[in-house]
């Protein structure tokens, strides 16, 4: 197992004097429940500022469509008004991230068969792991895929794909890792303290950045929007999805340490300051490097 070391990947998000929001990446991130929009808000706030050239929410919740009018930047669809596989082939995007806030559902169901169906790279995280644990078809759909995937689950989805208690997990972080890629043939991101990453034919790396300021609700959320955001602008310059994952783990944890740093954490750190973080940590890295 080696070490996380991916911040060298950041120069390949430096942007061209003639970038424009074409080709800077389109991220459509797909949850938020009742109740829930919070989630899917944060993961949208976190795409966007790891620099997805456009980032749509498709909100599950339409009386929360309104509910972001302090990010007017985040393009809001609602779920229920259109037809899952139809909207996907319209929209485009680069990457779709299911899951933040997105329930368990008929209508959640409905989307993540449309997303684990289509062609393209795809983040599926919270209960989106959690209909995948519970729906035979749906793991059927997602080990048949032949497009880049990252799954993103805490030790409690662990279990929960795995058939096993959250304790089991935790016990043995490594041979659940590998027993999640054998399960469902994509990358793995075990989160929680020491973040593992692997996925079919990567060696596993291991998170040593990221403190206990982090266990908050949303972090998730936010991890799952920094990938999204990394990998629509990444993916068409020569990151893979697994190199995208695999830096937004390390900047999620980087800003973290860094907040803690500057004693806005670990009391009452927010997801929300996390994501102008990272913004931070990537706009350094590149003043420092290009
Ligand atoms: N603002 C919002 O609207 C938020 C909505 N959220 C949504 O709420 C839904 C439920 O997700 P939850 O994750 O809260 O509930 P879950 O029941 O899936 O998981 C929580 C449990 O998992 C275990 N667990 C998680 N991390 C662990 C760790 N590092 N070590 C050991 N055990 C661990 C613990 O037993 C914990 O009680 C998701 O759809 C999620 O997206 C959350 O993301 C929080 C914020
Ligand atoms: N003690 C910790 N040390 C390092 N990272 C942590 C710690 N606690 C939480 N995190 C990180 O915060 C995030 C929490 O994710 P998750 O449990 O899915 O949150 P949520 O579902 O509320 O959004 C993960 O990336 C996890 O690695």
Redesign the pocket.
Same mark, same amino acid.
């Given at each position: 197992m080696k070490t996380l070391d991916a911040l060298d990947y950041i120069g390949k998000l430096a942007r061209k004097p003639d970038a424009h929001k074409g080709n800077t990446g389109k991220a459509l991130l797909i949850?938020?429940?009742p109740?829930?929009?919070?989630?899917? #808000?944060?993961a949208g706030k976190s795409a966007l500022h790891s620099g997805a050239g456009l980032t749509l929410l498709m909100m599950l919740d339409p009386r929360s469509l309104g509910v972001v009018t302090n990010q007017p930047e985040l393009m809001m669809h609602d779920a229920n008004q259109q037809q899952p596989d139809e909207a996907l082939s319209i929209i485009k995007p680069t990457i779709i991230a299911i !899951?933040?806030? #997105? %329930?368990i559902s008929e209508l959640a169901r409905a989307w993540l068969h449309a997303a684990l169906n289509r062609l393209g790279p795809l983040i599926i995280?919270?209960?989106a792991l959690?209909l995948v644990a519970t729906h035979p078809d749906l793991l059927e759909l997602l080990r048949q895929r032949t497009s880049p995937t990252t799954l993103t689950p805490?030790?409690?989805?662990a279990?929960?794909l795995l058939s096993c208690h959250?304790d089991q997990?935790?016990e043995d972080r490594e041979g659940a890792i590998h027993a999640l890629v054998r399960l469902t043939h994509a990358v793995v991101v075990l989160? %929680?303290?020491h973040t593992l990453i692997a996925g079919p034919g990567y060696e596993t790396v291991i998170c040593m950045q990221g403190n206990p300021g982090m266990?908050v609700? !949303?972090?998730?959320?936010t991890l799952t929007g920094c990938i999204a955001g990394i990998a629509a602008q990444g993916l068409t310059r020569e990151m893979n999805l697994f190199d995208a994952t695999c830096l937004a783990v390390q900047l999620h944890a980087m800003g973290g340490d860094q907040l803690v740093k500057k004693q806005s954490g670990p009391i009452g750190l927010t997801p929300s300051e996390l994501s102008l973080e990272i913004r931070s940590l990537i706009n350094h890295w590149l003043s420092q490097h290009i």
């Open positions: 949850g938020g429940a109740t829930m929009a919070g989630a899917l #808000i944060l !899951g933040p806030g #997105i %329930g995280d919270a209960d959690n805490h030790p409690g989805e279990a929960r959250t997990v935790q989160k %929680g303290h266990a609700g !949303g972090m998730g959320d």
